[in-house]
């Protein structure tokens, strides 16, 4: 069982790492939706593209013009490469994620990967806790991520995880990111269980991560090693339930772990059991774990 005093660490680290976004946040309005959640400054600044945005009130929306997908992702785009050119945003990734009413809607417009935060769209993934069964109790994967990483670059993650690109499906992410990050092949990957989803929102220094992961369990067979294919994953390492309760606690230092990561990591302790009922922390990290974030946004 995982010692209380590191379940009441994991509970306080998620608190302080998922806190709400504090100050109003504006929202940008498509029809009688909210396609994104932007802050003042960043509101601003898409407000002077006045050929692709209205400031109404207290909401940014697309000018009228601007009626359908291909005009407003046509449109985006001119936007996105010039936030680029002046440093705005993060690494540009060349891949589009769809904001839509709900997931595998019909798009609204499709973004720029690294635009998706200072638009504040709600975005999708999906992670992989990689699991051994061994004499001496269950073990778990963990990847360290590329230190070339545009976001969080060599924190701890769990062993596959990937954002779902516009046009693209749970499982097909899935077996994507499992074949990319960890050498799984697709037969394998494909035994992934889907476990659930845990909720993230939270105000970063690109902008709002407003983001539902798809949680899944692949448990690996014991000589299974993980090979990185692509680059974005430094190094793996198998550890006990513990280490990965521990390593989900650290907020900082060389074993800490991404939040998303740690996130995922609670929600896998807490399913299998290694957390006993008795423990003072098992309830507030539950409530993290399983929590639908709600915040109050200007609208």
């Known amino acids: 069982m995982i010692e209380d005093a590191i379940v009441t660490a994991i509970a306080a680290r998620l608190a302080a790492a998922l806190a709400p976004p504090r100050g109003p946040l504006v929202p940008l309005h498509v029809d009688e939706g909210k396609a994104g959640w932007i802050d003042a400054p960043r509101a ?7 050929d692709v945005f209205v400031l109404e009130g ?3 929306r697309f000018v009228r013009s601007l009626d359908d ?3 407003r992702t046509a449109a985006l785009e001119r936007v996105t490469r010039t936030l680029a050119a002046e440093g705005a945003l993060t690494a540009w990734r060349d891949e589009r994620y769809a904001a839509a009413p709900e997931f595998g809607a019909p798009p609204w417009f499709l973004l720029e990967r ?16 990689g699991l051994v069964r061994r004499a001496d109790g269950t073990a778990m994967w963990i990847a360290r991520r590329s230190a070339a990483k545009a976001i969080d670059p060599g924190l701890l993650d769990n062993l596959v995880g990937g954002g779902i690109a516009a046009g693209q499906g749970i499982a097909s992410t899935l077996v994507k990111e499992a074949g990319e ?14 476990e659930g989803t845990v909720q993230i929102l939270r105000a970063q220094r690109d902008g709002l991560q407003q983001e539902t992961i798809f949680v899944h369990d692949l448990w690996l067979p014991e000589t299974f090693v993980p090979t990185a294919i692509d680059g974005e994953v430094a190094a793996t390492t198998l ?3 513990a280490d990965a ?8 230092g060389p074993d800490a772990a991404t939040a998303d990561a740690a996130l995922v990591i609670a929600d896998c302790l807490i399913r299998l059991g290694v957390i006993a009922p008795s423990s003072l922390g098992l309830a507030t990290l539950s409530a993290l774990v ?6 109050s946004l200007r609208s």
Do not use: C, M, Q, W
């Not at 309760?245 to 900082?252: C, D, F």
């Open 44 to 50: 601003s600044r898409l407000a002077r593209f006045d």
């Open 69 to 71: 997908e291909p005009r």
């Open 181 to 194: 990050e960890a050498g799984i092949d697709a037969s394998l990957a494909r035994k992934a269980v889907p």
């Open 239 to 241: 550890v006990s339930l």
């Open 290 to 295: 399983r929590a639908a974030p709600r915040v």
């Open 114 to 129: 690294a635009a998706a935060r200072y638009f504040g769209i709600h975005t999708y993934a999906v992670h992989v806790n």
């Open 58 to 60: 207290a909401a940014l």
């Open 245 to 252: 309760a521990g390593i989900a606690a650290n907020a900082s």
